[in-house]
């Protein structure tokens, strides 16, 4: 008995020692981590939340937002879009910017001046990149187009000669007061009429203002510009460009040559505009969404970018029903 009960005992440690092996030198599951996806270490791949908040629904902004898609497209990465669009209310702007602050998104796309304004007051944390923007420093969502300094950075809609040249044009067609419809509470187009206002001091011409609070009022204030104006300008001014054809038709109807400040403008029917694809700058403020999102750049360091290949489009069939001749000289392309 005492013989057998040896061998158990001498069984049962075998038993215990060969367990213990095992346990030390199991392998755990693999696992991937955040950076691991990121910079390309496993075959899984990252899928990212991004969150979009536009003013206002209109051709211009559309086109960015589309340009922004095809860029993240074009970097093959696996996105989510979580799409807002405040109807160029301010109260539901804030609480889209809210919304999506709290959502757990990894990056913030702010389609306009007035979005990345209400997502900068609610967040400094998750990375934005912004574009429709035209004055990022005057409207405190950057410290310098340099080195923004903060996690907001993007592209601007305005080149640095679009207005010079836009007011020059108008000099050359015979204009000494410009009519400029806008928002007073957009700090993007304060800061653009101040700007044209500025510009005109050293030009023999000046400026009429008809500011404007919704869509509703733009026709009237259009209206109320006649016989004080020879020409319009109108800005990109989301309020305004989302009713452009009250202005269109205003300016038509008294034979006004009206600039615009974007392409897209020119193609609803205003005259002329010195100006860029809203698609491409898009494309470009995606392509520093990409750049964040992948860890190879921050908002603070990534300087924001100007629009390129500034050119003069017109609508032919504006000028004609504004008995407006065309000079050769001012090497216009024109608009389908």
């Given at each position: 008995?005492k013989?057998?009960w040896?061998?158990?005992?001498?069984?049962?440690?075998?038993?215990?020692?060969?367990?213990?092996?095992?346990g030390?030198?199991?392998?755990?599951?693999?696992t991937?981590s955040?950076?691991?996806?990121?910079?390309?270490?496993?075959?899984?791949?990252?899928?990212?939340?991004?969150?979009?908040?536009?003013i206002?629904?209109?051709p211009?902004?559309n086109?960015?937002?589309?340009?922004?898609?095809?860029?993240?497209e074009?970097?093959?990465l696996?996105?989510?879009y979580?799409?807002?669009?405040?109807?160029?209310d301010?109260?539901?702007?804030?609480?889209?910017?809210n919304?999506?602050?709290?959502?757990?998104?990894?990056?913030?796309?702010?389609?306009s001046?007035?979005?990345a304004?209400?997502?900068a007051?609610v967040t400094?944390d998750?990375?934005?990149?912004?574009?429709?923007?035209?004055?990022?420093?005057?409207?405190?969502?950057?410290a310098?187009?340099?080195?923004p300094g903060?996690n907001?950075?993007?592209?601007i809609?305005?080149?640095?000669?679009a207005?010079?040249?836009t007011?020059?044009?108008?000099q050359?067609?015979?204009?000494?007061n410009?009519?400029?419809?806008?928002n007073?509470?957009?700090q993007?187009?304060r800061?653009?009429?101040?700007?044209?206002?500025?510009?005109?001091?050293?030009?023999?011409?000046?400026?009429?203002?008809?500011?404007?609070?919704?869509?509703?009022?733009?026709?009237?204030?259009?209206?109320?510009?006649?016989g004080?104006?020879?020409?319009?300008?109108?800005?990109?001014?989301?309020?305004?460009?989302?009713?452009?054809?009250s202005?269109?038709?205003v300016?038509?109807?008294?034979?006004?040559?009206?600039?615009?400040?974007?392409?897209?403008?020119v193609?609803?029917?205003?005259?002329?505009?010195?100006?860029f694809?809203?698609?491409?700058?898009?494309y470009?403020?995606?392509?520093?969404?990409?750049k964040i999102?992948?860890?190879?750049s921050?908002p603070?360091?990534?300087?924001?970018?100007v629009?390129?290949?500034?050119?003069?489009?017109?609508?032919?069939?504006?000028a004609?029903?504004i008995?407006?001749?065309?000079k050769d000289?001012?090497?216009?392309?024109?608009?389908?």
């Amino acid at each position: 008995m005492k013989r057998n009960w040896m061998a158990y005992a001498v069984a049962l440690v075998c038993v215990l020692f060969v367990l213990a092996a095992c346990g030390k030198g199991e392998d755990k599951a693999p696992t991937t981590s955040n950076d691991d996806k990121k910079t390309g270490t496993t075959e899984e791949t990252e899928k990212y939340k991004i969150g979009v908040t536009q003013i206002v629904e209109h051709p211009s902004l559309n086109a960015a937002y589309d340009g922004f898609k095809k860029a993240i497209e074009d970097a093959g990465l696996d996105v989510e879009y979580d799409v807002q669009n405040a109807q160029n209310d301010n109260s539901v702007n804030t609480t889209i910017a809210n919304n999506l602050a709290g959502s757990g998104v990894d990056l913030i796309f702010a389609n306009s001046t007035p979005s990345a304004q209400a997502v900068a007051a609610v967040t400094q944390d998750i990375p934005v990149v912004f574009t429709s923007v035209t004055d990022a420093v005057t409207a405190e969502l950057v410290a310098s187009m340099e080195s923004p300094g903060a996690n907001l950075t993007g592209t601007i809609d305005n080149h640095p000669d679009a207005i010079p040249n836009t007011m020059k044009l108008l000099q050359e067609m015979g204009a000494k007061n410009v009519g400029m419809v806008f928002n007073a509470g957009e700090q993007n187009s304060r800061a653009q009429v101040d700007a044209v206002k500025e510009l005109l001091k050293d030009m023999d011409m000046k400026v009429e203002e008809a500011a404007v609070a919704t869509s509703a009022d733009v026709k009237q204030a259009a209206e109320s510009l006649i016989g004080k104006v020879d020409a319009f300008y109108i800005i990109t001014d989301n309020t305004v460009v989302s009713a452009l054809e009250s202005v269109i038709d205003v300016a038509n109807e008294n034979k006004i040559p009206m600039m615009v400040g974007e392409f897209d403008s020119v193609k609803r029917g205003g005259l002329a505009a010195y100006g860029f694809e809203y698609y491409d700058i898009g494309y470009e403020a995606g392509e520093m969404a990409v750049k964040i999102l992948k860890g190879e750049s921050e908002p603070a360091t990534l300087p924001v970018q100007v629009p390129q290949n500034l050119k003069l489009i017109m609508n032919k069939d504006t000028a004609d029903a504004i008995e407006l001749d065309i000079k050769d000289e001012w090497n216009a392309e024109f608009s389908d």
